[in-house]
């Protein structure tokens, strides 16, 4: 089954401990990417990868790191948490067409 | 990217059609009108694309009017899981390239008994 995996999907936290939310997508897709989602503001893309090795930022990239070594996993990394970045956050892929672009179950995250 | 303009919020009564304008008066030629949906807190879905001709799928219908600058999501027989955050979407082409889309805020449905 095609799907996009997201681990953990609740997390709670404190300010400055430095936290990973995995993802990894079964289909061979190249482009990557991460989403965070709050009240109101919509989904804004926080970075997104082309291809292993190859990411770049999206429209909030302040204060979050990404990593692409392998096609199929496309980490998001928070060195630092601070408050504001308790949100909701959805990895993707998608293979060459948009209408193949796949969510994952999203990580609720709060950051105390 | 063109913007776009959605009404924040719309509810329709379960079994009849659902309208969900956009509005894209930006709009390049070569430019696609996307739509996806998201139900609550899951992440968001492919529903329909078109470029000039009305589209239908199994999800949907998509009118887009001649000039470009507007279009209308059709739900013909909404349901009460169709509730959910409607989101249109203009981009340039439909397959290839690095473009992953940005989503705006969207249209809320409501479908009511």
């Known amino acids: 089954e095609a799907q996009v995996t997201q681990n953990p999907r609740y997390l709670i936290t404190v300010t400055g401990k430095k936290l990973t939310v995995t993802c990894s997508q079964n289909m061979n897709h190249e482009y990557m990417s991460w989403y965070r989602q709050d009240p109101g503001l919509g989904l804004r893309q926080i970075y997104y990868?082309?291809?292993?090795?190859?990411?770049d930022k999206g429209d909030v990239p302040e204060g979050y790191k990404v990593s692409r070594k392998e096609k199929r996993n496309f980490p998001l990394i928070l060195e630092s948490p601070s408050p504001n970045q308790t949100s909701l956050y959805f990895c993707a892929s998608r293979g060459d067409a948009v209408e193949t672009q796949y969510f994952g179950p999203g990580t609720r995250l709060l950051v105390l | 990217d063109a913007k776009t303009t959605q009404p924040p919020s719309m509810d329709c009564a379960e079994g009849r059609a659902a309208n969900l304008p956009c509005n894209h008066s930006t709009i390049s030629g070569n430019e696609y009108v996307y739509w996806y949906r998201q139900i609550h807190s899951q992440g968001p879905q492919y529903i329909i694309h078109g470029l000039k001709n009305n589209e239908t799928n199994e999800m949907a219908s998509l009118i887009i009017t001649e000039d470009r600058k507007s279009s209308t999501l059709i739900l013909p027989h909404a349901t009460l899981r169709d509730t959910a955050v409607y989101y249109c979407?203009?981009?340039?082409?439909?397959?290839?390239?690095?473009?992953?889309?940005?989503f705006g805020r969207g249209t809320s449905l409501i479908v009511h008994p």
């Open positions: 979407i203009v981009r340039v082409a439909a397959s290839g390239g690095s473009y992953i889309p940005t």
């Open positions: 990868s082309m291809n292993v090795e190859v990411t």
